[in-house]
């Protein structure tokens, strides 16, 4: 997995899901009977566990630490839940500038002071993934990963979930200087707590940018693109591979591209071998099946990874992943069917870069 990312190509594609862990598996539901979302995010025990159950169960090469995009504003004392079946939800959106000087107010290095379950839980899994990968033969590298600035700001703003995160774009113009304090602000939040899973043990970081498609390129490259940098600015320097991967950005894969990165998410609209040509750089591609396509018959699914493999050859590595997460009525056999059908392919030897 973490050849793939630095570039290499090896002979069997590596593949993981994000959002592998958690809902879509009854052993997840099973242990999280009790208890919020977040408490289990802040509870080593439970986070290392279930950051390990897709790993035990779909032979996938990698884990993705459990957590959420929210944790370090939970962190820094801002009252976000996460709300079932509709997501992160703030008591006190940050709409005004009087509000966004509240918010920023707040030292960002407490992230780093309070985060020491975040330290103990991803300590455990990297522990606990040795010893799967002694018994598999193979290392198992854990993912890190936090929200890009854009999509923090956008669920802080409006408060909670958005159809078109009108509230984030009308205040990106409205007041472009509260809009530059705020994402700055939040780049600085997520890149530490993404710095402090790498220091901790994670070997890759990931940087999502759930909401970024609703941006146009102009407006992405003058107000979100210099925080995504920042963001991951502190990540860079501990040595590790960087995946960046946004929803609905087949527009923006060039300017996406421009960070320092290594590999470029490509969501599950825009073939790999064109998001290679977009990209217009030499990166690895990860992705990109549709998650849809977990629900369909065998021979059909099964197809479809061959196609995404394929196009995959177009850059200088491939780590397979869905488009998006893993839904959460998914079949765990479907996943599993997945992960054997991309291990089992091989390159034609004429594709072979």
């Known amino acids: 997995m973490v050849r793939a990312l630095r570039g290499d190509r090896p002979e069997v594609t590596p593949v993981w899901f994000m959002r592998q862990a958690g809902r879509s598996l009854p052993e997840y539901r099973a242990l ?5 979302m977040l408490e289990a995010c ?4 439970i986070a290392s566990e279930v950051t390990l159950q897709p790993v035990r169960r779909h032979g996938v090469d990698a884990a993705v630490f459990f957590s959420d995009i929210v944790v370090p504003l939970k962190l820094l004392g801002l009252d976000v839940e996460i709300a079932a079946g509709r997501g992160p939800v703030f008591t006190e959106p940050a709409r005004t500038a009087a509000d966004i000087a509240r918010v920023t107010a707040i030292d960002p290095a407490l992230v780093d002071e309070r985060g020491d ?3 103990e839980a991803v300590r455990r899994t990297v ?30 703003v409006e408060g909670g979930p958005s159809k078109d995160h009108l509230a984030a774009r009308r205040l990106m113009h409205a007041d472009s200087a509260a809009w530059h304090d705020l994402v700055a602000w ?7 707590f993404l710095a402090l899973q790498v220091r901790a043990g994670a070997s890759a970081g990931q940087l999502f940018d759930s909401w970024a498609g609703a941006l146009s390129p102009a407006d992405y490259r003058a107000h979100v693109l210099p925080a995504s940098a920042a963001a991951l600015e502190p990540v860079r320097a501990h040595d590790v591979p960087l995946i ?4 609905g950005t087949g527009e923006l ?8 990165i290594d590999a470029i998410g490509v969501d599950y609209r825009v073939p790999l071998d ?3 040509a977009r990209v217009g750089r030499d990166l690895t591609v990860q992705g990109n099946l549709d998650p849809a396509l977990l629900f369909a018959p065998e021979p059909v699914r099964t197809a479809a990874v061959e196609r995404v493999l394929t196009e995959g050859l177009a850059a200088r590595a491939h780590v397979f992943n869905l488009g998006h997460g893993v839904p959460m009525d998914a079949d765990p056999d479907a996943i599993g069917d997945v992960v054997r059908a991309v291990h089992a392919w091989r390159a034609p030897e004429r594709a072979r870069p």
């Open 32 to 36: 999280r009977r009790r208890g919020t």
């Open 42 to 45: 802040l509870d080593p025990a």
């Open 117 to 119: 379950a975040i330290v």
């Open 127 to 156: 522990a606990m993934l040795a010893d799967e990968g002694d018994r598999r033969g193979e290392a198992l590298p854990l993912i890190g990963f936090a929200g890009a600035p854009f999509t923090l700001a956008a669920y802080l």
């Open 186 to 192: 939040l780049a600085e939040v997520t890149g530490r």
């Open 244 to 247: 960046h991967f946004g929803v």
């Open 253 to 260: 894969l060039a300017d996406m591209a421009s960070l320092d």
């Open 274 to 276: 064109v998001a290679r």
